[in-house]
């Protein structure tokens, strides 16, 4: 019995040298490879997670925030919150709210920076999705704080902010209202209404 188990483990031993043990990442994308057109929808959906992941994380803290929900929690973190007692030194704050905002903007924004230098930008519809994300990320950062950054730079006031979000939604809007496609129709359409409510949130109404 021995033999044979010796015999068992030696052929699984050398079962996979007959294989291609190359490992594929189908999510991601080598640097040195990345081409801005082929990869464009690859770059512009996943900053957009970002984004969705920022909206599920902020939704429980803007309820406790506008007293909408009560806090339940018995980590004191979260009764500050909602309590309105928390400082920049509450983790929440940081890890809840801030983060997740921060991380869709800045992936939003350098997806625009990558994808505005291809040679379709006028017309790329996931250059317009990226445009409409960061604007989306810009309207909850404003919504959420009272200072705000875009990637670096001096704090930006609530209005700032969301002039920002404006510039983006109106790129937006533009891009593609050139690009053809369900999808574009549907950027354009989505970016219409962040563009109204960033005017309404900052009381905009010319």
């Known amino acids: 019995s021995y033999a044979l188990l010796d015999e068992n483990v030696y052929t699984f031993l050398v079962a996979p040298t007959g294989c291609d ?11 040195s ?4 057109t082929q990869d464009a929808a690859t770059l512009s959906l996943s900053a957009q997670s970002n984004l969705y992941r920022a909206v599920w994380s902020t939704i429980p803290f803007s309820a406790f925030l506008s007293q909408e929900a009560w806090v339940g929690a018995v980590r004191q973190e979260t009764v500050d919150i909602g309590r309105r007692v928390m400082t920049a030194g509450t983790s929440d704050v940081n890890s809840a709210l801030w983060t997740p905002i921060q991380r869709a903007i800045a992936t939003n924004e350098l997806t625009i920076d990558v994808l505005d230098a291809g040679a379709g930008a006028a017309s790329d519809v996931n250059l317009a999705r990226a445009y409409m994300n960061s604007g989306f990320s810009m309207v909850l950062l404003a919504e959420h704080f009272c200072q705000g950054t875009i990637l670096s730079g001096p704090p930006l006031t609530p ?3 969301l002039d ?11 891009v593609a209202g050139v690009a053809s496609g369900a999808e574009a129709g549907k ?9 109204a409510r960033a005017h309404l949130q900052k009381k905009s109404y010319g």
Request: no cysteine; proline share 5%.
């Open 21 to 31: 043990m190359d490992v594929t990442y189908p999510s991601v994308v080598d640097a």
């Open 33 to 36: 490879q990345f081409d801005p």
């Open 159 to 161: 209005e700032q902010v």
């Open 164 to 174: 920002q979000a404006i510039d983006r939604f109106t790129n937006a809007v533009t």
């Open 187 to 195: 950027i354009e359409n989505a970016s219409t209404v962040g563009l």
